[in-house]
């Protein structure tokens, strides 16, 4: 239950890739960052990275992407319908990629996150991630910078 909603929270399978794709078309105002090949070459890396699909009912409304080695972890991509955001669905999805990152384990947990989505930086900081650095032209078709983000992991 998030938010008082039911829901479900699976390991995506490559079946899932255009539910993604409508996902991050619909939070990135028309464009995909990752395409059809960029999330099956990701999914087929079961053993260094996991995807998780987030359900209510049959519709894949979120999902979060995170690679693991031996002393770090790195959500890689993370999304969440506009019509389910502000319900602390971003919230349970890193900390569900938390658990699995002490699980592993790994010592700190990073991510790149957009400087001007101000809100998932809200989000990040209220679970303990500190900005390392700002990485320019990270997000090199829109000439946007990004702030790099972590957490050290207590075992």
């Given amino acids: 239950m998030i938010d008082d909603q039911p829901f479900y929270l699976a390991r995506a399978s490559q079946s899932d890739i255009p539910a993604l794709i409508d996902i991050e078309r619909s939070v990135y105002g028309g464009k995909t960052p990752w395409d059809r090949w960029a999330f099956a070459s990701e999914l087929s890396k079961r053993r260094t990275s ?3 699909v987030l359900c209510q009912g049959s519709e894949v409304v979120a999902f979060v992407g995170a690679w693991f080695s031996t002393n770090e ?4 991509n993370i999304a969440v319908r ?4 502000k ?3 971003g919230h349970f999805l890193v900390h569900e990629v938390v658990a699995l990152a002490r699980d592993y384990p790994s010592q700190k947990i990073t991510l790149e996150v957009r400087t001007g989505n101000t809100g998932a930086q809200s989000v990040y ?6 900005v ?7 997000y090199v078709q ?3 910078d990004a702030f790099s983000m972590c957490r050290i992991l207590s075992q």
């Fill in 50 to 52: 996991i995807y998780l």
């Fill in 132 to 138: 390392v650095k700002t990485r320019r032209n990270y």
């Fill in 73 to 76: 972890a790195h959500i890689a």
């Fill in 125 to 130: 900081r209220r679970m303990g991630f500190k």
């Fill in 87 to 89: 319900r602390g669905i």
């Fill in 82 to 85: 506009p019509s389910f955001q």
């Fill in 142 to 144: 829109e000439k946007e």
